[in-house]
């Protein structure tokens, strides 16, 4: 989702933005006011179990830009998100995303680290809304 006519390439897809949902504008209002950060599009993701997973990966796509800030709102059951050094894989740290958290990674994150959100024995449904600010 995202501004009219908005294109993201994405895990060998391209997807085209029809608009914002309903009830979305408080939210960019807020990140803009409280974060200096308007994204313009968005993906959903929903996690059934602690079946369905992310594997490592930077969000360090072209059109991205250089540095780019990712908001990531999660609703749901809570999660473990996992980080690794890009270079070091040993270098590793796990924040608990609860219900309602947001997750706000900016400046050179996607360019020395990873993320991951891994398998889970257990887990209530999830969704992940990750927003983002497409430049080119």
């Not at 006519?5 to 895990?11: D, E, F, Q």
């Not at 933005?17 to 006011?33: I, N, T």
């Not at 809570?78 to 995303?97: T, V």
Request: hydrophobic share 35%; glycine share 10%; charged share 20%.
């Amino acid at each position: 989702m995202g501004d009219p006519g908005l294109r993201y390439g994405y895990s060998g897809q391209e997807y085209v933005a029809s608009g914002w949902p309903e009830g979305f504008k408080s939210l960019l209002d807020r990140f803009q006011s409280q974060h200096d950060f308007a994204p313009n599009g968005a993906l959903m993701n929903y996690y059934r179990s602690g079946a369905d997973t992310m594997g490592w990966h930077a969000d360090d796509e072209p059109e991205l830009g250089l540095n780019p800030t990712i908001a990531i709102l999660s609703l749901g059951g809570a999660r473990d998100f996992h980080f690794r050094q890009h270079k070091d894989h040993s270098q590793k740290l796990k924040l608990r995303l609860p219900e309602g958290s947001l997750l706000l990674m900016s400046g050179a994150v996607q360019h020395h680290w990873q993320h991951a959100l891994p398998k889970r024995a257990q887990a209530r449904p999830r969704i992940s809304c990750t927003f983002r600010r497409i430049v080119a």
